[in-house]
């Protein structure tokens, strides 16, 4: 009997291995099906260009509605055309008083010359099969300038331009090559981070499965944003190799669930930067936040903190608005002189801190005591709630950062309360944590204090071995609040408490009119909008499954973080906190709803599918939430 268990156990790890290669090798053929899907673009008039192009310009609105001008040169770059015939069709105005010659050319090797009347005309016209390149397509228009203005830029009126593939066609082969290149990244990430072969499998077929449906519905747009989301997946995979290297110097090997974190947190990167950066996103703040960093690197702080102090959405003309979150990114000033590569660098480096966070969640369960897995499902769901990318829809970096460097702060002392006694440094490095997270963000003079406070209390009144942590966090909390007063915050105190009792005195919700339309809604509305309800529902086995290992540290903190929020929700009925409260405490929802999931997955299998199918379920509707936003912007609490 012993000696047939190796036996038993080597088919079974072939026949899982055959079953992971068989899926891998459907996901492709799956992917490979969505390249004979008939092409179909149109040109959209609600958001920037989102294909290469020159001689298009922005929407402009008339008594007809949304229109773009071609100028009197203009080409669309279409790539990835089927070797197939196409038709096109455009609605122009011409404009002026005469009759103007246009000249269509696809490439080299198909023209029509027409003639455009003054008024509204149509385009209606079979481009044949023989026209179409397989490297890569230009269609371009020649218009005579439309007199008396004779500028370059005037040339037609289009309302609506369309292109469609009339019949069955593939991709051409470079196109093929091109689009699978992303598989041998996926494996080489996948095989770096020794994940299951059943593990690569499964995310093979759910990235060819949306992959494929991307393809297929928007062909040439996704093929438009394919070489940034290939650099943006090389940059995950050579992370991936540079921590294998580190356990191979270390000679360790990591936990199962660490590599799972870690491809979360490479797939939340890559979210946020191909998002951020595809032509069809509109920056708001991005610009903004790009054009203070390169002011402050010109000696400009002061007008860069006048600006930012003037908070009109919360009704206030001076708050304490420090720039302390846009200072490690002034020296960037040497290397991105102007605005637009600035604000492409800090999307960057802003994505790929706060894809850290949800490896800091990890670490703070399992140094906590935890079960890796409770660690991996934090991490998961820090990445699921849809909450997680509403500002960088608006590029406010500094909530951002702010919240990240509070999980990092939340490590820092969770490793000082591992040990029974605090050294001088220990007292130092968590005094200045704490100075950081109030500084770091205008809303964190509140909310810091309050957590950590209600923390250290709790601990305080806690059993014996935690009786000593909360008087330590305190002191060091009193510390670094002394120090941020002395530093900042001090000449602000009696102007802002002034005009916020004043505000708050008034009748009407401050702030509430000036919240875009999207974020207004009940307060149902915002959990659905933020965190789709599933973990605020989970936030007492979450406790309880905390409390069950005794009254930690960690638990005081998540109390701590529910305090917060029950005050936010309560306090934003009568002054807009603009989302604030609901992502700040984005890391104790994910933490709680990970220990509670954890809790679940210990009973059987049933218990296993239902932890899983629920993470699944969040991170599709927060991908997609995020996808939709930054490419099609659409957005709402329903979508958000």
């Not at 949304?66 to 196409?86: M, V």
């Not at 699921?384 to 909530?399: C, I, K, M, R």
Request: glycine residues 8%; positive net charge; hydrophobic residues 55%.
């Amino acid at each position: 009997m012993l000696l047939s268990q190796p036996s038993r156990w080597r088919q079974l790890i072939v026949h899982e291995r055959n079953r992971a290669l068989l899926i891998i090798v459907l996901s492709i053929l799956i992917f490979v099906c969505s390249f004979y899907v008939p092409a179909r673009y149109r040109l959209n008039f609600d958001l920037p260009m989102d294909l290469a192009h020159r001689g298009v310009g922005v929407v402009e609105f008339g008594g007809t509605g949304p229109f773009r001008w071609f100028a009197t040169q203009s080409t669309i770059e279409l790539p990835a055309l089927s070797h197939a015939p196409h038709r096109l069709f455009i609605e122009m105005h011409g404009f002026g008083v005469d009759s103007r010659q246009l000249l269509i050319r696809m490439n080299d090797g198909f023209a029509a010359d027409l003639t455009v009347p003054a008024g509204w005309s149509r385009v209606d016209m079979l481009i044949p099969a023989e026209a179409i390149l397989p490297a890569g397509n230009q269609l371009s228009l020649s218009i005579q300038p439309l007199p008396p203005y004779n500028e370059e830029r005037l040339g037609i009126a289009v309302t609506r331009f369309e292109l469609h593939q009339l019949t069955l066609g593939s991709l051409p082969v470079v196109w093929m090559i091109w689009l699978l290149a992303a598989f041998p990244l996926l494996f080489l990430g996948g095989y770096a981070l020794r994940l299951p072969l059943l593990d690569q499998a499964i995310l093979t077929l759910v990235f060819a499965a949306g992959a494929g449906y991307a393809v297929a519905m928007w062909r040439l747009q996704t093929v438009t944003i394919w070489p940034l989301f290939l650099v943006a997946l090389a940059g995950m995979t050579a992370g991936y190799w540079l921590l294998r290297l580190f356990w191979s110097v270390r000679r360790t090997t990591a936990s199962v669930w660490f590599s799972r974190v870690c491809l979360v947190a490479g797939v939340l990167f890559v979210l946020h930067v191909v998002g951020m950066n595809a032509l069809s996103f509109i920056d708001i703040d991005h610009r903004g936040r790009a054009n203070h960093v390169l002011r402050i690197a010109a000696g400009q702080s002061d007008e860069v903190q006048s600006r930012l102090a003037n908070q009109y959405e919360w009704g206030l003309e001076t708050v304490p608005y420090s720039l302390l979150s846009y200072y490690p990114f002034v020296p960037l000033a040497a290397i991105f002189p102007t605005t637009l590569p600035m604000t492409g660098a800090l999307k960057v480096l802003v994505s790929l801190l706060d894809a850290t966070t949800p490896l800091l969640l990890y670490l703070l369960l399992v140094r906590s005591g935890y079960h890796p897995r409770a660690g991996f499902l934090a991490g998961a769901l820090f990445a699921g709630l849809p909450v997680t990318h509403l500002y960088f829809h608006d590029g406010s970096y500094p909530t951002i950062l702010g919240v990240w460097w509070v999980v990092v702060t939340l490590v820092i002392i969770n490793e000082a309360v591992q040990r029974t006694r605090w050294s001088w440094l220990s007292i130092a490095l968590v005094s200045g944590a704490l100075l950081v997270a109030l500084l770091i963000y205008v809303t964190h003079a509140a909310f810091v204090p309050l957590v950590v406070g209600v923390a250290s209390l709790l601990a305080w009144r806690a059993r014996a071995e935690l009786a000593a942590v909360g008087p330590r966090v305190l002191a060091a909390l009193g510390v670094s609040i002394v120090l941020a007063l002395a530093l900042y915050y001090g000449q602000y105190v009696l102007p802002t408490l002034t005009a916020l009792a004043a505000r708050l005195a008034e009748s009407d919700r401050l702030g509430h009119d000036q919240l875009p339309s999207p974020l207004v809604g009940s307060l149902f509305a915002q959990m659905w909008g933020h965190t789709r309800v599933l973990p605020l529902v989970l936030v007492p086995l979450g406790m309880a499954g905390l409390a069950r290992r005794g009254w930690t540290w960690t638990a005081c903190v998540m109390a701590g973080y529910l305090v917060l929020l029950a005050l936010g929700i309560v306090i934003d009925h009568q002054f807009s906190l603009w989302n604030k409260h609901w992502y700040f405490s984005l890391p104790a929802l994910a933490i709680l709803a990970g220990v509670a999931l954890d809790w679940i997955a210990e009973y059987h299998t049933a218990g296993k599918v239902v932890a899983g199918a629920l993470v699944s379920y969040l991170l599709v509707e927060s991908t997609v939430a995020w996808l939709l936003r930054a490419l099609l912007y659409q957005w709402s609490l329903q979508t958000l």
